[in-house]
């Protein structure tokens, strides 16, 4: 669905005309396609990846042009029925927002982690350990060092200077997408470009933020790095839809 809602949203605008964007009619079909995935996800439950997914298809709505009033109007909603929404989370949800503000308040419990992560990546300071020679992971006091928080495996044996490095392929690899969107002349591979490079983006900084304990913790890979099948295969199968994208670059794609 990462994927899937990226390519629906970027033909769904392709096909419509630029001046029904800011209809009524056509924005409610975009909203209830993003609802649907968004709330199977949910009763996974995961929380964290249905963030991301309904991240991923409101910067295509907003990309494709629609009037910032909308967003305005969402947010402002958001902020009024976040009381509401927070007391119906599962226990452990709302114990990763509380450890978020404290994490010394379980440290031996939900605090465990995120702790653990800061000393990791505290301790691998500017050069880092060396490779496979990370204390904090190998010893077995981080957890989940091999998905959510491989950034913290590898800012300890890395340090300051890789985890810049790594930062900086990221930054490429998300300019070389945008830049592809750029020079193509079909509007649906400018918008599926720039939704996907919005997307990687988002996993990367959420992903970052968690470990270095500024977000919550949500279930969210790291893109490429984080071990695990199914993440892999579909920024694989994003990153096949963009080269296809570049090498059709001056080709017009039929709205029908």
């Not at 300071?125 to 990370?134: A, P, R, V």
Request: hydrophobic fraction near 50%.
């Amino acid at each position: 669905m990462k994927i899937a809602v990226i390519i629906c949203f970027a033909r769904y605008y392709h096909r419509i005309q630029s001046s029904d964007i800011q209809s009524y009619k056509f924005l409610i079909q975009p909203i209830i396609l993003l609802i649907i995935p968004c709330y199977l996800v949910i009763q996974q439950p995961d929380l964290g990846t249905s963030i991301l997914i309904a991240g991923s298809g409101i910067a295509i709505i907003w990309l494709a042009g629609l009037n910032i009033k909308y967003f305005v109007y969402s947010g402002l909603l958001l902020l009024v029925s976040l009381p509401f929404a927070i007391s119906i989370l599962k226990p452990y949800q709302k114990s990763r927002i509380l450890t978020f503000f404290n994490p010394d308040r379980d440290p031996l419990g939900a605090g465990y982690q995120i702790i653990q992560s800061k000393i990791a990546i505290g301790s691998g300071g500017f050069f880092g350990k060396g490779y496979l020679k990370g204390t904090q992971s190998y010893l077995e006091f981080l957890p989940e060092k091999h998905t959510d928080f491989i950034f913290t495996l590898f800012s300890e044996e890395f340090g300051f200077l890789g985890s810049i490095i790594l930062l900086l392929l990221y930054i490429l690899l998300i300019y070389r997408i945008i830049n592809v969107g750029l020079v193509s002349r079909s509007f649906f591979a400018k918008l599926y470009c720039f939704g996907f490079a919005t997307a990687i983006f988002l996993y990367v900084f959420v992903n970052i933020a968690m470990v270095l304990g500024m977000l919550p913790i949500v279930g969210a890979p790291l893109p490429i790095m984080s071990y695990g099948g199914s993440s892999l295969l579909s920024i694989m199968l994003g990153l096949s839809i963009v080269m296809s994208c570049k090498i059709y670059n001056q080709e017009q794609i039929s709205a029908y």
